[in-house]
Protein backbone atom coordinates (compact mmCIF):
# COMPACT_ATOMS: atom_id res chain seq x y z
CA UNK A 1 0.00 0.00 0.00
CA UNK A 2 0.88 3.74 -0.81
CA UNK A 3 -0.07 6.24 2.02
CA UNK A 4 -0.54 9.69 1.22
CA UNK A 5 -0.23 13.23 3.44
CA UNK A 6 -1.35 16.50 2.15
CA UNK A 7 -0.03 19.68 3.64
CA UNK A 8 0.49 23.37 2.44
CA UNK A 9 -3.12 24.52 2.36
CA UNK A 10 -4.44 27.77 4.34
CA UNK A 11 -5.56 31.25 3.53
CA UNK A 12 -4.43 33.11 0.55
CA UNK A 13 -5.97 36.61 -0.82
CA UNK A 14 -6.64 36.15 -4.75
CA UNK A 15 -4.49 36.83 -7.01
CA UNK A 16 -1.87 35.17 -4.21
CA UNK A 17 0.33 31.54 -4.56
CA UNK A 18 0.15 28.39 -2.35
CA UNK A 19 2.31 25.24 -2.15
CA UNK A 20 0.60 21.81 -1.98
CA UNK A 21 2.97 18.98 -1.45
CA UNK A 22 2.01 15.29 -0.86
CA UNK A 23 4.19 12.98 0.95
CA UNK A 24 4.12 9.30 -0.01
CA UNK A 25 5.10 6.74 2.05
CA UNK A 26 4.84 2.86 1.98
CA UNK A 27 5.65 2.16 -1.83
CA UNK A 28 8.15 3.83 -4.25
CA UNK A 29 6.49 7.19 -5.44
CA UNK A 30 7.56 6.14 -9.08
CA UNK A 31 5.11 3.12 -9.00
CA UNK A 32 2.25 5.73 -9.63
CA UNK A 33 1.00 8.30 -11.34
CA UNK A 34 0.17 10.87 -9.48
CA UNK A 35 -3.28 13.15 -9.48
CA UNK A 36 -4.41 15.91 -7.56
CA UNK A 37 -8.50 16.68 -6.98
CA UNK A 38 -10.41 19.44 -5.31
CA UNK A 39 -13.75 19.16 -3.65
CA UNK A 40 -15.55 22.96 -2.91
CA UNK A 41 -18.38 22.94 -0.69
CA UNK A 42 -21.65 21.48 -2.12
CA UNK A 43 -19.95 20.43 -5.10
CA UNK A 44 -18.39 16.90 -6.21
CA UNK A 45 -14.97 15.92 -6.30
CA UNK A 46 -13.11 17.30 -9.34
CA UNK A 47 -10.02 16.77 -11.39
CA UNK A 48 -7.10 19.31 -10.81
CA UNK A 49 -3.73 18.09 -12.44
CA UNK A 50 -2.10 14.68 -13.03
CA UNK A 51 1.63 13.61 -13.87
CA UNK A 52 2.97 10.62 -15.21
CA UNK A 53 5.19 8.48 -13.33
CA UNK A 54 8.16 9.95 -14.40
CA UNK A 55 7.14 13.50 -14.21
CA UNK A 56 7.55 14.00 -17.99
CA UNK A 57 4.39 14.33 -18.87
CA UNK A 58 0.99 16.21 -17.42
CA UNK A 59 -2.59 17.26 -17.91
CA UNK A 60 -4.34 20.30 -16.34
CA UNK A 61 -7.91 20.98 -15.69
CA UNK A 62 -9.15 23.88 -18.28
CA UNK A 63 -10.22 25.73 -14.75
CA UNK A 64 -6.59 25.88 -13.76
CA UNK A 65 -4.18 25.92 -16.84
CA UNK A 66 -1.65 28.49 -17.07
CA UNK A 67 -2.12 29.39 -13.46
CA UNK A 68 -0.87 25.69 -11.54
CA UNK A 69 1.70 23.44 -12.13
CA UNK A 70 2.05 19.69 -10.73
CA UNK A 71 5.54 18.69 -10.41
CA UNK A 72 7.19 15.61 -8.64
CA UNK A 73 10.22 14.34 -7.17
CA UNK A 74 10.45 10.85 -6.74
CA UNK A 75 13.48 11.08 -4.71
CA UNK A 76 11.65 13.00 -1.78
CA UNK A 77 8.59 10.66 -2.53
CA UNK A 78 6.64 13.91 -2.94
CA UNK A 79 4.03 15.31 -5.56
CA UNK A 80 3.68 19.49 -5.31
CA UNK A 81 0.81 21.52 -6.79
CA UNK A 82 2.06 25.31 -6.90
CA UNK A 83 -1.15 27.66 -7.47
CA UNK A 84 -0.61 30.58 -8.60
CA UNK A 85 -2.61 33.98 -9.26
CA UNK A 86 -5.41 32.13 -6.93
CA UNK A 87 -9.25 33.21 -7.31
CA UNK A 88 -12.52 32.65 -5.18
CA UNK A 89 -13.18 30.06 -7.13
CA UNK A 90 -10.27 27.64 -6.03
CA UNK A 91 -11.31 27.60 -2.81
CA UNK A 92 -11.82 23.92 -1.84
CA UNK A 93 -9.89 20.76 0.15
CA UNK A 94 -7.45 19.58 -2.01
CA UNK A 95 -6.26 15.92 -2.13
CA UNK A 96 -4.11 14.14 -3.88
CA UNK A 97 -4.16 10.63 -5.18
CA UNK A 98 -2.03 7.55 -7.09
CA UNK A 99 -2.94 5.92 -9.92
CA UNK A 100 -1.37 2.15 -9.61
CA UNK A 101 -1.25 1.86 -13.43
CA UNK A 102 1.91 3.18 -15.13
CA UNK A 103 1.41 6.11 -17.22
CA UNK A 104 3.87 7.77 -19.24
CA UNK A 105 2.09 9.98 -21.46
CA UNK A 106 -0.12 12.65 -21.55
CA UNK A 107 -3.05 11.30 -23.33
CA UNK A 108 -2.65 8.20 -20.83
CA UNK A 109 -3.08 10.41 -17.73
CA UNK A 110 -6.75 10.16 -16.00
CA UNK A 111 -9.05 12.60 -14.94
CA UNK A 112 -11.64 9.70 -13.19
CA UNK A 113 -11.31 9.81 -9.74
CA UNK A 114 -12.24 6.09 -10.25
CA UNK A 115 -8.94 5.67 -11.41
CA UNK A 116 -6.85 6.52 -8.44
CA UNK A 117 -6.86 3.82 -5.59
CA UNK A 118 -4.83 6.14 -3.17
CA UNK A 119 -6.04 8.91 -1.79
CA UNK A 120 -4.53 11.23 1.35
CA UNK A 121 -6.84 13.42 4.16
CA UNK A 122 -6.93 16.33 1.92
CA UNK A 123 -5.55 19.87 2.60
CA UNK A 124 -8.01 22.79 2.92
CA UNK A 125 -6.99 25.57 0.46
CA UNK A 126 -9.43 29.46 1.41
CA UNK A 127 -8.82 32.04 -1.15
CA UNK A 128 -10.61 35.25 0.04
CA UNK A 129 -11.66 38.41 -2.21
Known amino acids: QVQLAESGGGLVQAGGSLRLSCAAS????????MGWFRQAPGKEREFVAA????????YYANSVKGRFTISRDNAKNTVYLQMNSLKSEDTAVYYC??????????????????????WGQGTQVTVSS
Open 51 to 58: IANTGTST
Open 97 to 118: AADPTPRFISRTLRVEEGAYDY
Open 26 to 33: GRTLSSYA
